[in-house]
C-alpha cells in the first residue's frame, strides 16, 4: 500500500516536471520565434540616441574636451527656449545659447591638475558669436568655444534679460557707461566700437575672478558701485543697451583705476 502511494506521488512530480518543462520550452520557442522583433526595439533603441553633426550621422554623442564649451545657440524668437526675452539686435546676432557640454578643464602645466570651469550644463550665457568655432549638431545651429570667452551667465532665465539678472564669468566685469544717449528699451549687444580713448563706467557686477597657478581664485580689486575708468582696446568686451543706458563687458585686466 505504501509502495503504491509512493509510487503515484512520484508519477504526479514527474509530469509536474515535465508539463512545466513543456511550458518553458513553449515561452522559449515564442520568444525566439520572432527575431524581427527583437530587431525591430534594438533599431528604435539606435534611433533614440542617433547623433548627428554637420548632418552626417557619428557614432556618440559630441563632446566637449579640454577648456571649451557646447553651446546651442537660440533660433531668433523673441524669447528662448527657457522664456528669456531677447532684444532684435541680441537675437539676430545669436549672442544668447544653453550649454550642453563643458570639458575638464585646460591642463595646469605648473601641477598637472584641470583648471577648474566654472559653467555648467544648462546654464543660460550671454557670448560673441565672432569667437569659437561654429557647426551643426542634431540639427541645432551650435558653438565650440572656450571657457575664457563666455561674457556672463544669465541667472534667472525666466525673467527677462537685463544688468541686474546677469552675473559676469571669470575677470569680466558688467559696467554701466556714464553720459552715453542709448535710445533703445529692450536688451541689444553689439560689437564694441574701438578708439584710443579712455571710458568711464559704474561698475554694475563683478565676475569672481580668474584662477592662478595653483588653481585658487586671484580676489578682484573692483566692486559693485566703484567708478573706474578702462580703456576698450580688446575685442573681448560687448555693449549693450537697456532702458536708455549704455552697458559693457570688460576684462578687469583692461581697467586702468577706479575712484
Not at 556714464?178 to 564694441?192: C, F, G, K, Q, R
Amino acid at each position: 500500500m505504501k509502495f503504491s502511494v509512493l509510487a503515484s506521488l512520484v508519477t504526479i512530480s514527474l509530469t509536474a516536471a515535465l508539463g512545466k518543462r513543456v511550458t518553458m520550452s513553449s515561452n522559449l520557442n515564442f520568444v525566439t520565434s520572432n527575431p524581427r522583433q527583437l530587431q525591430r526595439t534594438s533599431s528604435q533603441r539606435r534611433m533614440a540616441t542617433e547623433y548627428k553633426l554637420e548632418n552626417k550621422i557619428i557614432r556618440g554623442p559630441l563632446t566637449a574636451l579640454n577648456e571649451f564649451v557646447l553651446i546651442q545657440k537660440d533660433e531668433a524668437y523673441d524669447t528662448t527656449e527657457a522664456g528669456v526675452f531677447i532684444g532684435d539686435t541680441m537675437r539676430k546676432n545669436q549672442y544668447i545659447g544653453k550649454v550642453l557640454g563643458v570639458g575638464t578643464g585646460a591642463v595646469n602645466t605648473k601641477n598637472g591638475e584641470r583648471v577648474p570651469i566654472d559653467i555648467q550644463v544648462g546654464d543660460v550665457v550671454i557670448f560673441n558669436p565672432s569667437d569659437g568655432s561654429k557647426l551643426k549638431y542634431n540639427d541645432k545651429e551650435c558653438l565650440l568655444i572656450s571657457n575664457e570667452e563666455i561674457l556672463a551667465k544669465i541667472n534667472d532665465a525666466s525673467e527677462e534679460v537685463k544688468p541686474d539678472n546677469v552675473t559676469p564669468f571669470y575677470d569680466r566685469v558688467l559696467i554701466k557707461l556714464i553720459d552715453t544717449n542709448a535710445a533703445s528699451s529692450s536688451l541689444v549687444i553689439m560689437p564694441e566700437s574701438k578708439n584710443d580713448k579712455s571710458t568711464d563706467g559704474l561698475v554694475v557686477a563683478v565676475g569672481d575672478g580668474i584662477y592662478d597657478s595653483n588653481n585658487n581664485k586671484i580676489p578682484m580689486d573692483i566692486r559693485v558701485n566703484d567708478y573706474i575708468k578702462f580703456s576698450p582696446f580688446s575685442n573681448e568686451s560687448c555693449e549693450f543697451t537697456y532702458n536708455g543706458e549704455k552697458f559693457t563687458f570688460v576684462r578687469a585686466r583692461y581697467i586702468m583705476a577706479k575712484y
